[in-house]
């Protein structure tokens, strides 16, 4: 049963307008949550990550978003760039620090 | 070098090989994994290493074996493989394990095809 989905496995938006990609979550027990973003080729590289305890944490252009009563985290980008084209991965955590990841969503930005 | 390496970038081998992936970090960290990532599936964590001990084996079957000489250097021994093996096995490292602000830093990985 796969504990971390993400439903969209791909995204096509324009320049400089916003991405939002989406992540849910079955394990209420998850305490964090993280966004890594991968180009081909290379491996994953952590991107932004929010405790449970907040329901929003920015970083530049990112913002990452939690509704912990829907089981639910967003990441949005804003304004979108060609370079943010990759594959993004939304993980969570709890006390242990074993990561459960999503499958995975493919943003394209096209200029 | 520095972050996390790994070698070859690339490998094919028959059912019958006996092969190793590397994977080196130069991070000072003390825990060390391998995933398993297959076509259109999350990221599967195999193994986790700390401090050189194995702490973490995820039902991974025994034609895949880990090896961790030291805390900077984290192998896959691989015999005997099925095609269904065929993957992108990452690497990645964190300071330590059990903790849970746990950022783990990852190597680029080897796509491997069992032919």
């Known amino acids: 049963d796969q504990q971390v989905k993400q439903n969209s496995p791909s995204l096509s938006v324009q320049e400089g307008r916003i991405s939002i990609l989406n992540c849910d979550y079955t394990?209420?027990?998850?305490?964090?949550f993280l966004w890594y973003k991968k180009y081909p080729a290379e491996g994953p590289t952590f991107l932004i990550s929010?405790?449970?305890?907040?329901d929003k944490n920015e970083d530049g252009r990112f913002t990452v978003f939690l509704n912990k009563s829907a089981k639910h985290l967003s990441l949005h980008i804003v304004p979108s760039q060609p370079g943010d084209s990759a594959v993004y991965f939304c993980?969570?955590?709890?006390?242990?620090?074993?990561?459960?990841f999503g499958q995975g969503t493919t943003l394209q930005v096209k200029p | 070098e520095t972050g996390v390496t790994q070698t070859p970038r690339h490998l094919v081998m028959g059912m019958t090989n006996k092969k190793s992936l590397k994977c080196e970090q130069h991070?000072?960290?003390?825990?060390m994994y391998w995933y398993k990532q297959s076509a259109k599936k999350p990221l599967e964590l195999m193994f986790v290493?700390?401090?050189?001990?194995?702490?973490e084996n995820n039902s991974v079957p025994s034609r895949f074996s880990p090896e961790c000489p030291n805390s900077s250097h984290l192998f896959l021994h691989l015999h005997t493989l099925q095609p269904e093996d065929s993957a992108l096995y990452l690497c990645?490292?964190?300071?330590?394990?059990?903790?849970?602000?746990?950022?783990?830093?990852f190597g680029p990985g080897t796509r491997l095809t069992v032919l």
């Open positions: 990645a490292s964190s300071q330590d394990w059990g903790q849970l602000y746990n950022e783990q830093f």
């Open positions: 394990n209420s027990m998850f305490d964090y």
């Open positions: 929010i405790s449970s305890i907040k």
């Open positions: 993980a969570a955590t709890t006390n242990t620090g074993k990561l459960i």
């Open positions: 991070l000072g960290h003390n825990a």
């Open positions: 290493y700390s401090l050189e001990e194995r702490v």
